[in-house]
């Protein structure tokens, strides 16, 4: 097999390249997987630099999630040789084939678009538990966001539209607002000074009890300052490579909270039963097309340092993805 192989943090050409490696027996109950579709997310970049909050022992195989096909299974299982499933997540998916225990494997739904349900275990998963775990916010009621023309942006407004609740959406660049707007996003701002004037003006002075940050530093103090009083602002990715913090005013005299999120606890400790429900139905959304992010680029394994070249430019139209095997 092929596989992406870290060998130090650092710069991608510098740190990481494709190389033959062996895929060795399977032990009973294992489950060997053809990765056919796995993407290249934020948090792989920051992996791969050494900047993400947790990072894996090295050399290592980057990649946390994707969809395969069985190949080979030993012993009983719940999945046969020829099914579609998604890749255990965190799984070091950028290869062609990988081993998996066969009884964390979730089926993917038949007839759906690969490479949508590729991108299903991580970002899908996170807007909803965004969304669900921090004070729900009900039908009518206000949730901002920034870095709202990411991956989770998009998924959290579409997931909040069906739910009826209202978006603010907090851009770098104005121009992405008919883009949002067609999703469903009731507001769009642009990030910057005044931006908690800005907001009670677009929604009339309304309570906005739940802020979503990716980003760290003055971005999260801008989303704490737009939160009323009492609200929480969720800090679950830091793009800026800066501590999140909230200003004295938010923190001291309106008793705004900062709270963290990260999926992988979530993963680890809930049961099979429910996580399986879940992707089920983020899978049915994705499928009808209720949930959907733009693919920039597709590139074989081969070509990895091209695609994650592509990948860390900006004004990116979509995700880049990496098609280790043939479909």
Known sequence: MKAARLTK???????????????????PGEALLEVLVTPINPSDIATIAGLYGVLPKLPGVPGNEGVGRVVQVEGEAPVQVGDLVFLPMGSGTWRTHMKAKAQRLLPVPPGKDLLQMSMLSVNPPTAELLLSEFGKPQRGEWVIQNTANSAVGRYLISLAKLEGIKTINVVRRKELEPELKALGADVVLEDGDGLAERVREATGGAKVMLGIDAVGGSATLRLGDAVSAGGTVVHYGSMSGKAATLSPAALIFRNVTLRGFWL???????????????????????GDGTLNVPVDATFPLENLQEALARAMEGGRQGKVLLTPVKR
């Not at 943090?9 to 032990?27: R, Y």
């Not at 606890?265 to 992707?279: D, K, S, V």
């Open 9 to 27: 943090f650092g710069a991608p050409q510098d740190s990481i390249h494709v190389v033959e490696e062996e895929v060795g027996p399977l032990a």
């Open 264 to 286: 992988v606890p979530w993963f680890n400790n809930t049961p099979r039963e429910t996580q399986a429900a879940l992707m089920a139905r983020l899978a049915k959304l994705v």
